[in-house]
């Protein structure tokens, strides 16, 4: 096995698509070497426990068993239909878990548009409203521009890969490369942010974030400002304008940033459509990639989201509940725990996080012990609780046997260097670490640094992805076979800083 320390970025071509973007849904199922494959959309990860629980449900009846987290806030449901003769994969049709699947989505309000369920893509900041950071609250953002979408006739031919974001300031989900960000800058104002930025960029290029201008043609995030009550509209509007750039340009495109100019474009679009119809958008000025961070954030670090493990002080003396999913699995006993958890000492709500955690917010404050022993069940329940846990920040693709594309057991093997790793890691700060069975990276972070370990024909490759970074001489071994050596060296990467 090779420990390579060279910077080696996944990245999504910026190319003309000549085909559907492939992602799965509810209504149009995957097929794996373990079953099909469906993923719920989320909305901004807001849940009740009764929907929690139906979802548990369907897991343990159509499925594995196992409920597996999105760094988009959605989750999976694996091995659909694996004793069904009607066929796997493609749309539910063929498949009787996949329409029993939908029609309990339906009845628990997870499926309010069959055109446009693989389009509601939406992150939103897990803490909003909650802890007292931040300027306001989004979850009416997500629910608004859900309702918006769904009613948007137009909004159904976006791609599954399409992503909004919600941010309430705090600068969490902003960071995770949207095509259209909200991010509140305070009770009143939003800004409206298009990434156009090309992902095409030779290394060092880039706004230290795998994105950069791109090689041929100059790219940007173009930014708006808008009142806050307008946000969820603008961000409709500028999927809109993009579609309609997409087909005007008759290039096929996936995201705006694979469309030159597309961001600009939809920025004065927005403006002209608000205006007219209030005079409400004030245009701001254009800047460059690199000009739009949230402050405080070093370049190219993984920012630690407020929802990582442990509890939060909240509002009116109540605390939430960050948990997170080993290896973004929970099994539906795991689940049903946090939904019983939610209902019986919270406010009978979840929300799902893109590093693949769960918010279970509304419990009481302190002096009351509940908040503390509750996480403490959840840590004996499997779970992981704390920053130290051994599988904290650590995340995997479905590897072998689920996916026929992976080369080996990277869940397994993810778990021996996890458990190999010091029970407090040295450095600046822990960087994340995403293990892939093959070169496709599915399910990778989605912005910041991060440890880069893929399975290739020789061995494992290690990269410290998303500089600027210094990568540690301990990842600069070659022809490393030893486990314990990989392990090492991941745990060494884990711990690079910042240049001095």
């Known amino acids: 096995m090779s420990a390579v320390p060279t910077p080696s970025a996944p990245r999504e071509p910026a ?30 990860g807001l849940l009740t426990a009764t929907q929690a629980d139906a979802l548990a449900d369907a897991a343990d009846r159509l499925g594995d068993g196992a409920l597996h987290l999105t760094s988009r806030g959605n989750v999976q449901l694996r091995g659909l239909g694996r004793g069904d003769t009607g066929g796997l994969g493609g749309d539910t049709g063929s498949n009787g878990c996949g329409r029993e699947l939908a029609d309990t989505l339906a009845e628990i309000g997870l499926l309010p548009s069959a055109r446009h369920e693989r389009v509601r893509n939406i992150v939103a900041s897990p803490l909003s409203g909650l802890d007292g950071r931040g300027h306001l609250d989004v979850a009416p953002w997500v629910r608004e521009l859900d309702r918006l979408l769904c009613a948007s006739a137009a909004a159904a031919g976006l791609s599954g890969r399409f992503l909004f974001a919600c941010d309430d300031g705090r600068g969490d989900v902003a960071a995770l490369g949207a095509d259209v960000t909200l991010v509140a800058r305070d009770a009143e104002t939003a800004e409206l942010r298009i990434d156009g930025v090309s992902p095409d960029t030779p290394s060092g290029q880039g706004d230290g974030l795998g994105h950069g201008p791109g090689r041929d043609e100059p790219g940007g995030t173009a930014v708006l400002r808008v009142p806050a009550a307008e946000a969820p509209r603008a961000a409709l509007l500028a999927a809109e304008l993009f579609l309609a750039a997409v087909r005007d340009g008759g290039t096929p495109c996936w995201r705006v940033r694979e469309l030159p100019g597309a961001a600009a474009l939809m920025a004065r679009g927005v403006t002209r459509r608000l205006r007219t119809a209030r005079e409400l958008a004030e245009p701001h000025t254009q800047v460059a990639p690199d000009a739009v961070r949230e402050p405080g954030a070093a370049p190219g670090l993984h ?36 939904a019983a958890t939610a209902a019986r000492d919270g406010d009978g709500r979840l929300r799902v996080t893109p590093w693949r955690g769960v918010v279970v917010p509304g419990l009481p404050g302190a002096p009351s012990r509940t908040a503390p022993d509750r996480l403490a069940e959840l840590a004996d329940a499997g779970l992981v609780t704390g920053p130290y846990a051994p599988l904290a920040g650590v995340g995997a693709c479905a590897g072998r046997p689920g996916c026929a594309k992976s080369r080996t057991d990277v869940r397994g093997h993810a778990v021996r260097a996890a458990d190999a790793e010091p029970a407090e890691p040295s ?15 599915c399910g990778h972070p989605q912005g910041g640094a991060w440890v880069d370990v893929v399975a290739t024909p020789g061995g494992y490759d290690v990269t410290v992805v998303g500089g600027p970074v210094r990568a540690p001489a301990a990842t600069a071994a070659t022809a490393v ?7 090492a060296a991941v745990a060494a990467a884990r711990t690079t800083g910042p240049p001095p």
């Open 15 to 44: 190319s003309r698509r000549e085909r559907d973007d492939a992602c799965p849904g509810t209504l149009r199922l995957h097929t794996a070497d373990d079953g099909a494959l469906a993923r719920v959309r989320i909305p901004g």
């Open 303 to 338: 920012p630690a989201p407020d929802s990582a493990p442990g509890t939060r002080t909240a509002r009116a003396a109540r605390t939430a509940l960050c948990v997170t999913a080993p290896l973004g699995r929970l099994t539906t006993d795991q689940w049903r725990r946090l």
């Open 427 to 441: 450095g600046a700060r822990a960087l994340p670490v995403h293990w892939s069975g093959c070169e496709r990276r």
């Open 481 to 487: 076979t030893d486990p314990a050596r990989l392990a």
